[in-house]
């Protein structure tokens, strides 16, 4: 069963239980080929079992919670789940006391009856694209493990678990791509919200202007039924898509598509392109001259760097041996910007905002690649230059949805057997449901088998 709709009709028809889903999961974290022990940071392997077993006894009586009761899923590992520490990928916080409470996005999942099967791995406290973590390990992409490639991250083994069937999905955090880019690199669908839908409260913070809470799954009908419950919605819809028959996608010339992106990914980019123009969808080349300006209105480290520095500086001067010394040193440039440049960075986001809204309101979404480049090999980032250099690279298509305080989602479109390869769909602020019925129209029309 690939998606959550094959495991809910198979729950509802008796063909299969909850414990078994579950205990398949299990058995898939567990296997020594597998990723598993680079995936979770914590495996919530009785617990998750106990719940199963629950959720059965309720489907029997007739009273399960929801059509998805008994379902596995992950979270990643800096949300609160009561009685887990929550250490965001870091040693620093590994002794923190338990949570309390679990987080609302956490809460809303388990109400439904979903299985929290574990705590997804991630870069630790989620400062980069890359997926690399120091302390527990980096999982690998799906693609050439012999070669040993960058999951992408923040939310690395919320992809990766996603990816190989250690769940139907999970829940990540995008704050410039984190999402996207590690579902880019696994090959499956990553969606970020705008960001005020669902709440971050009960989620470690890196920057909580750009913060947003987004799921993981093998296809857009999996995120958008996680994304409407973790939102709040009581009775969550089927997604309908949007015909793709005059749908109007608008392809920015420049900032998503330069001299830089990989020759794989623009052959599946261009591949995709014509396979929507084919079946009716209009693709309208624009320009946005607004973005030239990002450089420079995040020079002084933007709202990532400053929020993130004023939530560390404390644990910093008590612990700052502990850190990642890459993420201490990205978290560090924050004490560097001053209380003005911060004003003027809230000033130049509002102004940009209300600037690009007034070129992309006429087209049902934006275009572009996830990411520029295919997932790369850990060896090249060993070397601090770059890391960084890499790192910007994964991150610079999507960190624009971000800045904006748009919705987006990543669709994998490379063929079996290649690199993968996400096509990036931005929408308007607050204009989720309409994007995900264009990426479910987009989603159909890539997956059909060509004439």
Request: net charge neutral; charged share 20%.
């Amino acid at each position: 069963m690939q998606h959550i709709a094959d495991a809910a009709a198979a729950l509802a028809s008796g063909r299969i239980s909850a414990e078994s889903l579950v205990d398949a999961a299990l058995d898939r974290i567990a296997a020594p080929e597998g990723e598993g022990r680079r995936t979770f940071t914590a495996v919530h392997a009785e617990a998750a079992r106990a719940e199963a077993r629950a959720m059965d006894a309720l489907r029997h009586a007739g009273r399960a919670p929801s059509p998805w009761a008994g379902i596995p899923i992950t979270v990643k590992d800096l949300f609160d789940e009561r009685g887990h520490p929550t250490p965001a990928g870091s040693v620093v916080l590994k002794d923190a006391p338990a949570a309390a409470q679990d987080a609302p996005a956490v809460a809303r999942l388990r109400r439904m009856g979903f299985v929290v099967i574990g705590r997804t791995n991630m870069v630790e406290f989620a400062f980069s694209g890359l997926g690399v973590n120091p302390h527990y390990g980096t999982p690998l992409s799906p693609w050439d493990r012999a070669t040993g490639r960058l999951p992408g991250g923040s939310s690395s083994g919320a992809a990766v678990a996603a990816a190989d069937h250690m769940g139907f999905g999970g829940l990540g955090t995008d704050t410039g791509g984190s999402c996207r880019v590690p579902a880019a690199l696994c090959g499956v669908v990553g969606y970020k919200p705008t960001a005020r839908r669902v709440p971050i409260a009960g989620v470690l913070p890196l920057a909580p202007s750009l913060d947003s809470v987004g799921p993981l799954a093998r296809s857009v009908a999996c995120c958008h039924l996680l994304d409407a419950v973790i939102s709040g919605e009581e009775n969550p819809a089927p997604l309908q898509a949007q015909p793709l028959a005059g749908l109007r996608l608008g392809l920015p010339r420049r900032t998503f598509l330069t001299d830089d992106v990989d020759t794989t990914v623009g052959n599946a980019f261009q591949r995709a392109l014509s396979r929507l123009s084919a079946a009716g969808a209009r693709i309208e080349m624009f320009d946005i001259p607004e973005l030239a300006e990002l450089p420079a209105v995040n020079a002084t480290g933007g709202f990532a760097a400053s929020e993130a520095w004023a939530w560390h500086r404390s644990l910093i001067a008590e612990k700052s041996s502990q850190y990642d010394p890459r993420i201490l040193a990205r978290i560090r440039r924050g004490e560097r910007m001053g209380a003005a440049d911060y004003i003027d960075l809230v000033a130049a986001r509002a102004r940009l905002c209300e600037a690009v809204a007034r070129r992309t309101r006429e087209f049902d979404a934006m275009v572009t690649p996830t990411c520029p480049i295919i997932p790369p090999a850990l060896a090249e980032v060993e070397q601090e230059a770059e890391y960084n250099r890499i790192n910007l690279l994964l991150l610079r298509n999507t960190a624009v949805g971000n800045f904006l305080d748009r919705c987006s989602i990543s669709l994998p479109i490379h063929r079996p057997g290649e690199a993968p390869v996400g096509l990036m769909l931005t929408g308007e602020t607050m204009a989720d449901a309409a994007l995900f019925r264009t990426a479910a129209a987009v989603e159909a029309a890539l997956s059909e088998t060509p004439a």
